[in-house]
C-alpha cells in the first residue's frame, strides 16, 4: 500500500494541526455552509416574497421602509458571513471537503461578479429585463453547486435540490414577463432551495459532531513513530491537491481555440479589419459549434469507462460539470430572452456569465489543487467578464472575448493535456 | 495532550488499511469500492474484510446496487464512525506530542 504513506512528517506542528483540526472538518465545513445557506435562504426570501406582494399591490411601503427593506436582509447576512469566517478561519479540510466549501465559496463570488456586471448595466441602460435576468442566472449557478455536491457526497437529497434550482431557472425565464408571479417562485425557491436545505445540513453536522455514548473496543499502542507514520499516511492520503487530477484538458483545447477563433473572426468583421459575405458569416456561426461536437463526442465515447481515481478529482470534476450544466440552462435562459425581448443585448450577457462560471469552476480548482495557475485563470475569468461588461456592443467586446478563450480556456486546456501525458509516461 | 489515555485506540480502526478506510471516508463523505481499492491500493478481498470489520463497528454503511448492468458497492461513513475516527486522532495525536 503506497510508495509515499510511510514519509514521517506528521510530527511537524503544522502537519499535525492539520490532521487534528481535518477529522471534525467535514461536519463543521457543513455545518458553515448550512448556516450561510439558511440565513441567506430566509432573509432574501422574505425580502423576495415582500417585493412579490408589493408587486401585486397586497401591500405598500412607504419610502423610509422601502430603503430598509431594500437593504435589510443584507446586514445580517453580512454577520453571518463575517462570523463564519472567523470560526472557520483555521480550519484544515481533507481536498474533498476543501473542494466541496469552495464551490460553495464560489456561488458567493459568482454572485458578486453577476450583481456588479449586470447591475451595472441595468442600470446604464435603464433595463429592469436585466436585472430580472440576474435571479435566473444565479439560481442556475445554485443548480450547480447542488449537483457538485450531489455528485461528491453521493447523496440523493442534494441532487434534488438541484434539481430544483433548475426547474426555477426555467420558471423566472418563463415568468419574467410577469413580475409579481417571478417575485413570487424566486422567494418561494429561496426558502425552500435554500433556507430549508441549509438547516437540513446544519442538522447533519450536528448529528455527525455529536458525542456518540459508549466505548469503542481498545488496544495499546505505545510506539510514537508508529503513530508518526499512521498520521503522515493520512495525510498524504486525504490533503495532496497534486492527486487531484482533472479530465476535459482536450475539450478545453478544442473549445477555446474554436470559439476563440470564430470570436475574433467576428471582431474582425465588426470592426471592418476583414468583410465577410453571408455565406461566411454563417459558416462562422455554425461551424465551430459542429466541430466542438464532433470533439465532444469522441472525447465521452474514449472516456466512457473512466472513473475518477479518488475524491479530489471526483469533486473537481463534479464541479466543472456543474459550470457545464448551469451554461446549458444558461443557453435556454438568454436565447429565449432575447429572442423574446427582440433585444441583441441580452444575448451578449450571455459570455459575460459564460466568463463567470468558467471562473467559478477554477475557483473550485485553485482550492482543491492549492496551485497557483488555476488561481490567475479564474482571477483572469471573472476580470475578463467585467471588461466585457464594460465594453459591451462594442467590436472591442469579441475581440477581448477571443483573447480571454485562447489565453483562459485553450492554454490551461493544453496544459492539463500534458500534465496528463506526463502521468501516463 | 493532558489525559492522554495509550489503552484509548479503537482496535475497529486500528491498521493501516481501516484507518486509511476511515480517513479516506472522513474527507469524502462516501466512496466507491474501486475507488478505495484504488486509492489505498489493496487487494478486492482484503479490502472486503476490513470493510466489514468496520461494517460491524457500525462505522461506515455498505450499499450494494447496480450501475447500469454492472454491480456498485458504495461506502458511506456514518456519524458513529466519524466520532470514533476523531477519537483515534486525537489519541495517536497525543501520542506523537507526548513523545516528541
Redesign the interface.
Same mark, same amino acid.
Given at each position: 500500500?503506497?510508495r509515499v504513506f510511510f514519509k514521517s512528517r506528521?510530527?511537524e506542528p503544522a502537519d499535525?494541526a492539520f490532521?487534528?483540526s481535518?477529522?471534525?472538518?467535514?461536519?463543521r465545513a457543513q455545518a458553515s455552509a448550512g448556516l450561510v445557506f439558511f440565513w441567506a435562504g430566509l432573509l432574501y426570501g422574505l425580502q423576495t416574497l415582500v417585493y412579490a406582494a408589493i408587486e401585486a399591490h397586497w401591500l405598500r411601503i412607504v419610502p423610509p421602509f422601502g430603503l430598509w427593506l431594500a437593504i435589510g436582509p443584507t446586514l445580517p447576512f453580512l454577520a453571518v458571513i463575517g462570523y463564519v469566517a472567523w470560526r472557520d478561519r483555521k480550519g484544515k =479540510?481533507? !481536498?474533498?471537503?476543501r473542494a466541496l466549501t469552495a464551490s460553495y465559496t464560489s456561488a458567493g463570488l459568482m454572485n458578486l461578479v453577476i450583481a456588479v456586471t449586470f447591475g451595472g448595466l441595468a442600470l446604464s441602460r435603464q433595463s429592469t429585463a436585466i436585472w430580472l435576468l440576474y435571479p435566473a442566472v444565479i439560481c442556475a449557478m445554485q443548480g450547480a453547486v447542488w449537483y457538485a455536491a450531489s455528485l461528491?457526497?453521493?447523496?440523493l437529497w442534494l441532487g434534488i435540490v438541484s434539481a430544483g434550482w433548475f426547474v426555477t431557472t426555467l420558471a423566472l425565464t418563463l415568468l419574467m414577463s410577469q413580475v409579481a408571479a417571478y417575485l413570487l417562485w424566486l422567494g418561494l425557491a429561496l426558502l425552500g432551495l435554500m433556507a430549508v436545505p441549509g438547516y437540513v445540513m446544519m442538522r447533519i453536522a450536528a448529528?455527525?459532531?455529536?458525542?456518540?455514548k459508549g466505548e469503542?473496543?481498545? =488496544?495499546? !499502542?505505545?510506539d510514537?513513530q508508529a503513530?508518526?507514520e499512521?498520521?503522515a499516511?493520512?495525510q498524504t492520503?486525504?490533503n495532496r491537491g497534486d492527486q487531484v487530477q482533472m479530465s476535459g484538458g482536450l475539450l478545453l483545447l478544442c473549445g477555446g481555440l474554436l470559439y476563440g477563433l470564430q470570436c475574433l473572426v467576428h471582431g474582425l468583421d465588426m470592426s471592418g479589419g476583414i468583410r465577410l459575405p453571408p455565406l461566411g458569416h454563417l459558416i462562422n456561426g455554425v461551424l465551430p459549434t459542429l466541430l466542438f461536437l464532433i470533439v465532444l463526442g469522441i472525447v465521452l465515447w474514449r472516456d466512457r469507462h473512466k472513473?475518477?481515481?479518488?475524491?479530489g478529482s471526483?469533486a473537481l470534476n463534479a464541479a466543472f460539470g456543474g459550470v457545464g450544466l448551469a451554461n446549458l440552462f444558461m443557453n435556454v435562459v438568454f436565447g429565449y430572452t432575447a429572442f423574446t425581448q427582440k433585444t441583441w443585448l441580452i444575448w451578449m450577457l450571455y459570455p459575460i456569465t459564460l466568463c463567470a462560471l468558467m471562473g467559478a469552476g477554477w475557483y473550485v480548482a485553485a482550492v482543491a489543487k492549492r496551485k497557483l495557475w488555476p488561481a490567475l485563470v479564474c482571477a483572469g475569468w471573472f476580470a475578463t467578464a467585467c471588461l466585457l461588461a464594460a465594453r459591451v456592443e462594442t467590436p472591442g467586446y469579441l475581440l477581448i472575448l477571443s483573447g480571454a478563450l485562447a489565453l483562459l480556456m485553450a492554454l490551461p486546456g493544453y496544459l492539463l493535456m500534458r500534465f496528463d501525458a506526463r502521468r501516463s509516461a | 495532550m493532558s489525559g492522554f489515555d495509550v489503552n484509548r485506540l479503537d482496535d475497529a480502526i486500528h491498521g493501516r488499511l481501516r484507518l486509511g478506510i476511515m480517513a479516506y471516508l472522513a474527507d469524502a463523505g462516501a466512496a466507491d469500492f474501486n475507488e478505495l481499492k484504488g486509492v489505498l491500493e489493496a487487494t478486492q478481498g482484503n479490502l472486503s474484510v476490513h470493510l466489514s470489520k468496520l461494517e460491524d463497528a457500525g462505522y461506515v454503511e455498505i450499499i450494494k446496487g447496480y450501475q447500469g448492468k454492472k454491480p456498485l458497492t458504495r461506502v458511506h461513513i456514518t456519524p458513529a464512525g466519524r466520532q470514533a475516527f476523531a477519537r483515534y486522532i486525537e489519541v495517536l495525536s497525543g501520542l506523537v506530542e507526548k513523545r516528541s
Open positions: 500500500m503506497g506528521a510530527s499535525l490532521v487534528r481535518f477529522a471534525g472538518e467535514g461536519p =479540510g481533507g !481536498v474533498a471537503t461528491i457526497r453521493r447523496r448529528r455527525e459532531g455529536a458525542v456518540t469503542p473496543a481498545t =488496544g495499546a !499502542v505505545s510514537p503513530a508518526r499512521d498520521l499516511f493520512i492520503l486525504v472513473t475518477h481515481a479518488n475524491a471526483r | -
